[in-house]
C-alpha cells in the first residue's frame, strides 16, 4: 500500500486549494481513507475521511463547510478540496488510510482516531499567508 499526497502551497487567506493523494496497492474504496494535517508545535488532527463501507463522510468542525473530500475512482485518487483557507490551516496535509476492520472513520468521532491509522502517504505543505 502506498499513498502520494500533493497539491500544496502558498495560497493567500480566502484562496483555495486541491489536494490530491494518489494510492496504490489496493482499491481506493476497499478501506477508510482521509486527511490529516499538523500544524508547528501541535498534534496530528484527523480533518476528514470517507468510509469504505457507505462512502459517507466526515468533517472536523475546523473545515467542516469549506473542505470537501472525494474519490476519483477511476484514477485511484483521493481528493480534497479546500475552500475559504485561513491562516490556520497553514499545516503539513497527510493522506491515511486504515484497515477496513479498524472501525475508523465508521462516524465522526472517529476521526481522531489516529492510532487506528495503518498507512501515511507523506505529507505536502500548506501555507495560508498573505
Known amino acids: 500500500v502506498q499513498l502520494q499526497a500533493s497539491g500544496g502551497g502558498l495560497v493567500q487567506p480566502g484562496g483555495s486549494l486541491r489536494l490530491s493523494c494518489a494510492a496504490s496497492?489496493?482499491?481506493?474504496?476497499?478501506?477508510?481513507i482521509g486527511w490529516f494535517r499538523q500544524a508547528p508545535g501541535k498534534e496530528r488532527e484527523g480533518i476528514s475521511c470517507?468510509?469504505?463501507?457507505?462512502?459517507?463522510?466526515y468533517y472536523a468542525d475546523s473545515v467542516k463547510g469549506r473542505f470537501t473530500i472525494s474519490r476519483d475512482n477511476a484514477k485511484n485518487t483521493l481528493v480534497l478540496q479546500m475552500n475559504s483557507l485561513k491562516p490556520e490551516d497553514t499545516a503539513v496535509y497527510y493522506c491515511?488510510?486504515?484497515?477496513?476492520?479498524?472501525?475508523?472513520?465508521?462516524?465522526?468521532?472517529?476521526?481522531?482516531?489516529?492510532?487506528?491509522?495503518?498507512?501515511w502517504g507523506k505529507g505536502t505543505q500548506v501555507t495560508v499567508s498573505s
Open positions: 491515511a488510510a486504515a484497515d477496513y476492520r479498524s472501525g475508523w472513520c465508521r462516524h465522526r468521532q472517529t476521526l481522531r482516531a489516529i492510532n487506528a491509522i495503518d498507512y
Open positions: 496497492g489496493f482499491t481506493l474504496g476497499d478501506l477508510p
Open positions: 470517507i468510509s469504505n463501507s457507505d462512502g459517507g463522510t
